[in-house]
């Protein structure tokens, strides 16, 4: 059962780099502002690619056949529960890890599940989402926006609205957001105005 203010989706199949070390200072900030975090490391999960049977787009509650098979529904959980989401990832080929993409692609029967109007999706609460994403290159106009419109058109099924990333570029080696300030400070805003967007919720603003 999902119980903290704000969820942290921590993407990289790195244990211990970068989008990591900016999870950690988001579950920080957040709770220096008065909120509660959790970060969800993604490759602590088994998640199976969807098989495009489209067996969820026939079914009355919009199911999927894997949906016993993995967790993809376990990290669902949390996105529907959640007051307030941030996602932590690297790009990897301009785009999210394929670990979160094969993710995100499970969430298809969530998509049907909205285009069918079922009423368990239409009721769900609209909520804020965030997104910190980390690259190695230091330049490139679309650096980032592979992984803002997947994420964006994923969490939007959830009730979700990602707003505009913070992009993180030239950090490639793990430790290297460490050695800028910077970047850190941006990343400890991001967690604040996460927990100040779970506090004014709290409150029912
Ligand atoms: C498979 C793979 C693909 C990558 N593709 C890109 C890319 O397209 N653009 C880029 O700037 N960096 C790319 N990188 C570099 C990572 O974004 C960078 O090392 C980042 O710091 C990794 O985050 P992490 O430390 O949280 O794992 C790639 C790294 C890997 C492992």
Not at 159 to 188: C, F, I, K, N, Y
Not at 195 to 203: C, F, I, V
Request: charged share 25%; hydrophobic share 45%.
């Amino acid at each position: 059962m999902w119980d903290a203010d704000v969820a942290i989706i921590a993407c990289s199949h790195r244990a211990g780099g970068n989008s990591d070390a900016a999870a950690e200072l988001l579950e920080l900030a957040v709770r220096e502002a008065g909120a509660t975090a959790k970060i969800v490391p993604l490759r602590d999960y088994e998640v199976l690619p969807c098989l495009a049977c489209r067996a969820c787009a026939g079914d009355r509650l919009s199911r999927c056949v894997l949906a016993r098979k993995d967790q993809a529904e376990e990290l669902f959980a949390v996105l529907v529960r959640a007051p307030v989401v941030v996602f932590a990832s690297p790009i990897y080929f301009y785009g999210v890890p394929s670990r979160c993409k094969t993710w995100v692609d499970r969430s298809q029967r969530f998509w049907e599940a909205r285009r069918k109007g079922d009423a368990w999706i239409m009721e769900l609460r609209d909520r804020p989402a965030y997104a910190c994403l980390v690259a190695g290159q230091p330049s490139g106009q679309k650096l980032f926006e592979g992984a803002r419109f997947t994420l964006k058109y994923f969490l939007v099924n959830f009730g979700l609205t990602l707003s505009e990333p913070l992009g993180l570029r030239g950090m490639d080696a793990a430790g290297d957001l460490a050695s800028h300030p910077d970047a850190v400070r941006l990343v400890r805003e991001l967690g604040r105005d996460a927990a100040l967007m779970a506090l004014r919720g709290r409150n029912g603003a």
